[in-house]
């Protein structure tokens, strides 16, 4: 065995790393039953480079829609167990690689109504960082408290996964189970092998490749937001490495179609790859899963020499040359102790006294141009299969073929390899055996029921097609039946096959064509392919097909045709224009020249005919058919805003012919609405005082009285029922801004009135103006739907206060109060001739003054009377004669004269 020179890696990887301690790893999710799966992270732990911190409790991944990056729900998985990973030469190993494998896990629940998006669905976990030592990608420790390290390298877990049901049936699938790695180092210029492939529990198809790893999308250890949806980075290659140069190896690091792994190194360091394993069933891809690793390449193997084996068919003198292939050929009826290939394995470095003159070997069996389960062909090896060499000693070992050949045809290839006991990886050689191997004898069986090829008419007799097949060996003969995806019993067929225990096979086909009993509307030409095979010693394929060819002649059936009233010609476009609230009607009719039964019936295009109270009462018949259309559209169903344009399609069936045929014509008829016809409102004011008439549109008052006027509104609409309307005041203005006025709005159907009403006082003037003019302006609208009109009017209104002329005031200036009934007093007063009273002579009150009081005064300026009623009079009180003074006081101003008193 090879002594390891201890310490030879420490160049490499003792250094001091923080928290760097991914080598790698991958998902799986595996159907466990239902629409229950387990979920699986495998991480693997760097024990040397990484610090216990780093070893996670848990993880939370997370799922993604893969068509739009949907977040769909999160993933705990606890830690629930660990091992370490092994060697392939347990003995080469001095600690140089010490990987652990970590295993988080849990159940979920993926609902068929979440999980069924055709193009599936994806889990991820971003975790940071990887090895810090690491030579062909840039890993370098991340700063603290700097997330966006461009030289950090994390690794993102990946794996792609299907919906759970399809076409609305489950579809179970679990994603693959790759092999375990192991901890081997490899050696510069020597081969290194290990099988990366794995296993699928559903028999799904696996085609391995090489990847560029996924980087994180941030350089924290866990992102505090979870797992960022797809693109994920890829790691960045150091200078002179890529995907397609990942070890600088000769040849570079590859990996076949079914996952086996080479490289031949040329220099030492640690090198990360990702291997991507897709799954495929029945030629579709249905998954995707991710595995990252690294490979540690050490100046540590001792020298050593592959071993050599040659090869000779079994009873023959001489073996075969070394790095010769070897043919082999083997008759039908050579013994199974005959039919054995001996090979013969040495070792030069069973002659050195570094190895102790010793050296161990073993042998194994690959299949080279055919498959098997498993890698190898361990069942042909010998009960013994390894040997020890010693002193440049030999070792033989038999290996016999079975009975039955690997390949129908018995041509084939087998390598059977030879193996050492060298450090890190035993080193082999290659025997490429030719065999051409004889099968036991077998004749094939035979159908003696010729081919058919035959072609009738529906309705004709039931159609009985013989099938018969024998062997004459008298092997038991197993019966398969292919078609061209139909259902047999679905087109009236009815096909019976007995496998006899004698090597015969019996049955027929029996076809019922009757297209009134079974649907031929989707296909009329069927092919069958019943198949024989028998069951020989090595069930090799032998089998004899009958074909069946059969078509059916249908019977001609004429189209239905459909036309309408609205129609000139035989369009199947009509466009018609109507208003809101207009009637239309129109008869729809269907014909059929076989007097066929059919069904007449109407639909909207994008809406629903009823929510429209459009109606057209569906109708079957023979022959012919005819229905009328009915709708009178009003707004209380339409909103012409959002659609005016309406479709309706009419439809003349044929399905209920003999033969099932589905035949049709249709009708398109637009319906184009226009807004309803309007006649608008009149609105007009008339006054509720007559001494305030209303010409003009102009209304005159005076202050203090009460305006009261009436807005009257009609509308002539009545049909389908009347307007609705509003009376609404929509501006008052004026020289001086109109206060105290009261306006009640009205609402109701024609005739409609509303009334303003007003009583002014001084307090809307603005001295030294005393007359205002205003502007009321009045609309009435009504409610005809999607086409409003209204009628405004502008009422005039001017108010004027109370006329008074005191420049032309003249009191009088003589009284005599001696019974005589002439000037008896003294007052502000006129006779009046006409009507015989007296009128007051003093100027009214209005906004600019009112009448205050009066005082009398004699001539010493004593007050002998006074009086704040404006009509007062004074007789003179007995006072001697004289003239008196008179004081007349206005609030604005005051009048003074004389008064003379005479008896």
């Known amino acids: 065995m090879r002594s390891i020179i201890a310490g030879l890696a420490a160049l490499i990887l003792c250094t001091t790393v923080h928290a760097s301690h991914i080598v790698g790893g991958e998902f799986e999710i595996l159907h466990v039953n239902g629409f229950t799966y387990r979920i699986n992270l495998i991480l693997y732990f760097d024990k040397i480079n990484g610090s216990a911190g780093a070893k996670d409790l848990s993880v939370t991944a997370r799922i993604f829609r893969l068509a739009d990056n949907a977040r769909m729900r999160d993933v705990v998985l606890p830690l629930t167990s660990e091992e370490d990973v092994s060697y392939t030469q347990p003995e080469c ?185 897709e799954e495929y069933r029945n030629g579709i891809k249905i998954g995707e899963v991710r595995r990252d690793f690294q ?151 035979l159908f003696t029921t010729p081919n058919v090829n035959i072609t009738i008419n529906e309705g004709d007799p039931p159609l009985t097609i013989p099938i018969q097949a024998t062997d004459a060996d008298g092997d038991t003969l197993d019966a398969f039946v292919l078609n061209d995806g139909f259902v047999f019993n679905d087109v009236g067929m009815t096909l019976t096959v007995v496998n006899q225990p004698t090597g015969e096979v019996n049955g027929s086909l029996v076809w019922d064509s009757r297209c009134d009993v079974y649907d031929f509307t989707r296909k009329t030409n069927f092919q069958i392919r019943i198949i024989a ?60 020249a076989d007097n066929d039964r059919l069904l007449l019936r109407m639909e909207g295009v994008g809406f629903e005919p009823a929510q429209h ?67 608008p409102p009149q609105l007009v004011a008339a006054s509720n005082n007559p001494d305030q008439p209303i010409t003009g549109n102009r209304l005159q008052a005076l202050r203090g009285s009460a305006v009261s006027v009436t807005l009257i509104a009609t509308d002539n ?26 306006f009640t709005p009205a609402q109701g159907t024609s005739p409609l009135q509303s009334l303003l009403t007003w009583v002014t006082d001084c307090s809307i003037f603005r001295p030294p103006v005393y007359e205002n003019h205003y502007r009321f302006t009045f609309r009435v609208a009504d409610n005809r739907c999607f086409n409003v009109k209204a009628d405004t009017l502008e009422l005039e209104m001017i108010i004027s206060d109370v006329a008074a002329r005191f420049e032309e005031f003249l009191p009088p200036n003589f009284f005599s109060p001696n019974g005589d009934m002439n000037n008896d007093f003294f007052g502000m007063f006129t006779w009046n001739e006409v009507t015989g009273t007296y009128e007051s002579i003093l100027p009214p009150d209005n906004c600019e003054g009112t009448f205050v009081n009066v005082r009398i005064f004699n001539r010493w300026g004593k007050e002998v009377f006074s009086s704040t009623d404006r009509h007062f009079k004074w007789y003179g009180n007995d006072l001697p004669p004289g003239v008196y003074f008179y004081q007349l006081k206005y609030t604005h101003r005051e009048y003074r004269g004389t008064i003379t008193l005479r008896y």
């Open 613 to 679: 109270h459009a109606q057209f009462p569906e109708t079957t018949g023979n022959g012919a058919v005819s229905s009328v259309f009915s709708w009178f559209p009003d707004c209380a169903t339409i909103n012409l805003e959002q659609q005016y344009v309406f479709d309706y399609r009419f439809m003349v069936i044929d399905n209920a012919n003999k033969c099932r045929f589905y035949k049709a014509d249709t009708l398109l008829v637009r319906v184009i609405l226009e807004p309803p016809d309007n006649e």
């Open 93 to 277: 190993s001095r600690g140089e690689i010490q990987t652990l494998k970590l295993i988080y896990t849990t159940l979920v629940v993926l609902p068929p109504e979440q999980y069924n998006h055709p193009q599936g669905y994806y889990l991820a976990w971003e975790r940071c960082c990887r090895n810090y030592t690491i030579t062909n990608i840039v890993s370098d420790e991340p700063p603290v408290n700097d997330p966006n390290y461009p030289n950090a390298a994390g690794q993102t877990f990946y794996l792609e996964f299907p919906p759970v049901v399809k076409n609305g049936e489950p579809f179970v699938n679990s994603s693959p189970r790759l092999f375990p790695p192991l901890n081997d180092y490899a050696c510069p210029r020597r081969p290194y092998y290990t099988d990366f492939a794995g296993t699928d529990d559903d028999g799904d198809s696996l085609v391995y490749s090489l990847v560029t790893p996924l980087n994180t999308h941030t350089s924290v250890a866990i992102p505090a937001d979870g797992p960022a949806p797809r693109p994920y980075p890829e790691v960045r290659w150091r200078h002179g490495f890529s995907l397609n140069n990942i070890m600088q190896g000769a040849p570079d690091l590859q990996i076949s179609n079914d996952g086996f792994l080479t490289v031949t190194p040329t220099v030492q360091g640690l090198f990360v790859f990702a291997v991507k394993c």
């Open 295 to 445: 490979m540690l390449v050490l100046e540590a193997c001792p020298r050593a020499e592959p071993p050599q084996i040659v090869g000779r068919k079994a009873g023959e003198p001489a073996y075969s040359q070394p790095n010769k292939p070897l043919s082999v050929s083997f008759s039908a009826t050579v013994p199974d102790n005959e039919r054995c290939i001996q090979v013969r394995i040495s070792d030069p470095d069973s002659q050195k006294p570094d190895d102790a003159f010793q050296e161990r070997v073993f042998i194994r069996v690959l299949p080279l141009n055919f498959r098997v389960p498993g890698r190898y062909l361990n069942n042909l090896l010998p009960r013994v299969s390894s040997a020890t060499l010693v002193n440049g000693s030999t070792a033989e070992f038999s290996i016999c073929l079975p009975e039955c050949p690997f390949t129908p045809d018995g041509l084939y290839q087998i390598g059977i390899i030879a193996y050492d006991d060298a450090c890190s990886l035993p080193l082999s050689d290659t025997l490429v055996v030719t065999v051409n191997h004889a099968p036991p004898p077998n004749r094939h069986p």
């Open 717 to 742: 609409d009545a049909f389908p029922t009347p307007d609705h309307l509003q009376i609404e005041l929509i501006d008052a203005s004026g020289n001086v801004a109109p206060e105290g006025y009261t």
């Open 533 to 592: 095979e028998d069951r020989d010693r090595c069930n090799l394929p032998s089998a004899d097909t009958m074909h069946i060819r059969l078509q059916i002649i249908l019977p001609g059936n004429s189209n239905p045709v459909i036309s309408s009233s609205l129609q000139n010609a035989q369009e199947k476009l009509i466009t018609v224009t109507r208003k809101i609230y207009e009637t239309l009607n129109f008869t729809v009719t269907g014909t059929d």
